[in-house]
């Protein structure tokens, strides 16, 4: 297995540009070629999942034409993507998979869709449920409830409102939502749980506004879609900086003094993570935004408070704030946190083992993280990375605790990041 050795660090300081947001990018992605007309994305993100999604887009019919390292133009298909016969492999990019899953059960072609093994064990039965209420043909072809899948022409009916879960994945309802437009008529949703994740959706809701299809909604319980709305080109599209991927460096401002500074994202940002900043602010970290920054410090000698925290609106960037909970004054808890259960691995056991490596005691239940901090992390304690992105990204901040660390599989931050570890190493010493 390739590693990383990272060097002890004990300081942190400088400016970050911050490259697209993933959920972004494969959102828009997918409107840009539903939608009619062209459209120029500025600052796309360049990851393994949005490379996944592009090649889908390309085998299904779609013209896309790259016209600088982070943009591309995408030719509308305006409802209808041309290709009725494709076998798509789509890593285990969800934002692909999911809204893909819901825009091919309607498009009236025949499709197989499949992934890497672990795509293979996240769930995607509550989408598929959602689908098939509406007359979606759709066939597991291994385990029951989840990828990989055979998609077929059906006769869809949109009459009768549409019962699904949010408690799960926000992905799934983000996944009806983009794609009932496809099929013309009013459209209604009501959702028969707790939905997780609610920043995502606003994502979605106001990605889908941009491009034209207004979606009205009761609460967070129940969405509808009138009928005749179709996608249009806004022209132009810039993608903000990814809100997640603020976090590390941010979370290194707060350990290591700072300031560090992310740009890319800020105040005005329509991604929910951007809370992670309010996070940091109660453990008693100094923060500072503009529209398109913020900025992360903590005066010398002040230690951070131990937390006790409801993480459900933004569980992907509190799993940084699990790693912070190592240089806390006290034992700290991360609460409502399930969804990490069905991400790239079992984030929740993955994460207990992993700082159990570096000496901290750690209880772990069914949605819920407590960590006590060791009086001094293990040095040398080489983490395994579970092909999980944020896995490897979180863990780079332990070295700041002043101890070596060995990142196993650093290249599994290609998924968003692949740049990460060398933009690191640039504001810590």
């Known amino acids: 297995m390739e590693f990383l050795d990272l060097p002890a660090h004990s300081r ?16 828009t992605l997918l409107l840009a070629a539903l939608a009619q007309g062209t459209t120029e994305i500025r600052d796309l993100l360049k990851s393994d999942d949005t490379d996944r999604m592009l090649d889908a887009l390309r085998t299904l019919g779609v013209s896309v034409t790259a016209s600088g390292p982070h943009d591309y133009r995408i030719e509308g298909t305006g409802g209808r993507f041309s290709n009725l016969n494709a076998d798509l492999f789509l890593g285990n990019a969800g934002t692909a998979f999911r809204p893909l899953t819901a825009a091919l059960a309607f498009n009236g072609g025949t499709y197989t869709l499949h992934g890497v093994a672990r795509m293979h064990e996240r769930p995607i039965g509550d989408l598929v449920d959602g689908l098939r209420q509406l007359g979606a043909d759709i066939t597991y072809l291994g385990a029951e409830g989840f990828p990989p899948l055979l998609i077929k022409p059906a006769r869809i009916n949109t ?31 009501e959702l028969v749980s707790e939905l997780i994740s609610k920043p995502y959706i606003e994502i979605t809701l106001k990605l889908m506004a941009q491009f034209g299809v207004k979606v009205t909604r009761e609460d967070w319980s129940q969405f509808s879609l009138p009928a005749g709305q179709t996608y249009g080109s806004p022209g132009e599209v810039f993608v903000e900086g990814d809100a997640s991927s603020a976090s590390y460096f941010l979370a290194a ?29 109660a453990l008693g970290v100094t923060i500072s935004q503009g529209d398109n920054w913020v900025e992360a410090s903590r005066p010398a000698g002040q230690p951070l408070r131990a937390f006790d925290r409801d993480f459900n609106h933004i569980p ?83 070295s700041l605790a002043g101890v070596p660390v060995r990142i196993n599989d650093p290249k599994c931050t290609a998924k968003t990041f692949p740049e990460y570890f060398e933009v690191f190493s640039q504001v810590v010493s």
Request: charged share 20%; net charge negative; glycine share 10%.
């Open 316 to 398: 992907d960037a509190a799993m940084t704030l699990a790693v912070v909970a190592l240089f806390c004054d006290g034992p700290s808890r991360l609460t409502n946190i399930g969804s990490w259960r069905v991400k790239e691995t079992d984030r929740i056991a993955a994460m207990a083992r992993e700082l159990r490596k570096l000496g901290a005691m750690v209880e772990e239940g069914e949605d819920w993280l407590a960590i006590t901090p060791p009086p001094q992390l293990t040095a040398g304690a080489a983490i395994d990375t579970y092909d999980d992105h944020r896995m490897a990204m979180c863990f780079s901040l332990a």
């Open 253 to 281: 401002g707060a350990i290591g003094g700072g300031p560090v500074r992310v740009q890319g994202v800020g105040a005005k940002s329509i991604q929910g993570d951007i809370a992670f900043a309010e996070a940091l602010a």
């Open 159 to 189: 009459q009768t409102p549409i019962k699904v879960r949010g408690d799960v994945s926000s992905q799934f309802l983000t996944a009806l939502l983009m794609a009932l437009p496809m099929v013309g008529e009013a459209a209604h949703i």
């Open 12 to 27: 942190a300081l400088g400016t970050v540009q911050l490259p697209g947001s993933k959920s972004i990018s494969n959102r």
